[in-house]
């Protein structure tokens, strides 16, 4: 079993439309969450923490279920712009902070 | 604006080659990584370092060694280079991270080689 797992898409959506992701992990004692966004031949960079009492950012709102182990991102009023690949990212606080990194989930919003 | 740079956008080496793939960061972070980023696998880390001349095994070093003599610059490298060793390979560093704490991670815009 993978240790992040993501379902690969591509979610095509129009623009306004609503979108989520999720993302489970295997390892329970992870500490911290977040999910990173990669446009199309660019690096991975940070869109947001998870916080175990959720958090938003702006159209972007995370969510952790740390009993059932999986991390989700909604979307709201998609944009063209949002097109990417989105990163759920692990933090394994096992001594040295490693995090490890889901396969992606791919995002088309399209006009 | 912090910045994490690597030597070459694209690299086309040949099977048995020595192949040095090199990262430089200008804002001081103590940790650095190298991955591989391949379709389906997502990002896989090969080796990190804690610092300077520090370096450690990440999930798949077989067939890479690294090299940390500053603390800007880490450098990966393929001592003979083999066909599936083509992919993506991004470098990134971070801040030090005390326990329990979390500092963002970035990344370079990541070599792309191939292996003929």
């Known amino acids: ?111 | 604006d912090v910045k994490v740079t690597q030597s070459s956008r694209y690299l086309v080496k040949r099977t048995g080659e020595k192949v040095f793939l090199e990262c430089v960061q200008d804002m001081d972070h103590e940790n650095m990584f190298w991955y591989r980023q391949d379709p389906g696998l997502g990002l896989r880390l090969i080796y990190f370092s804690y610092d300077v001349k520090m370096k450690e095994k990440g999930d798949i070093p077989e067939g890479y060694s690294v090299s940390r003599e500053k603390k800007e610059r880490f450098s990966l490298i393929l001592e003979s280079a083999s066909t599936n060793q083509t992919s993506m390979y991004l470098c990134a560093s971070r801040r030090f991270m005390a326990g329990g704490s979390y500092n963002e991670q970035f990344f370079g815009p990541g070599t792309r080689l191939t292996v003929l």
Do not use: H
């Open chain 1, 1 to 111: 079993r993978k240790e992040v797992e993501q379902d690969p898409g591509p979610f095509n959506v129009p623009e306004g439309a609503t979108v989520a992701f999720n993302c489970t992990y295997s390892n329970s004692a992870s500490q911290s969450f977040f999910w990173y966004r990669q446009d199309c031949r660019k690096e991975p960079k940070l869109l947001m923490s998870v916080y175990s009492s959720g958090n938003e950012d702006g159209r972007f709102t995370a969510q952790l279920n740390r009993a059932s182990q999986y991390i989700s991102l909604l979307i709201r009023d998609s944009k063209l712009s949002d097109s990417a690949t989105y990163l759920c990212v692990v933090n394994q606080n096992t001594g040295f902070q490693k995090l490890v990194f889901g396969t992606g989930t791919r995002l088309l919003v399209s006009p």
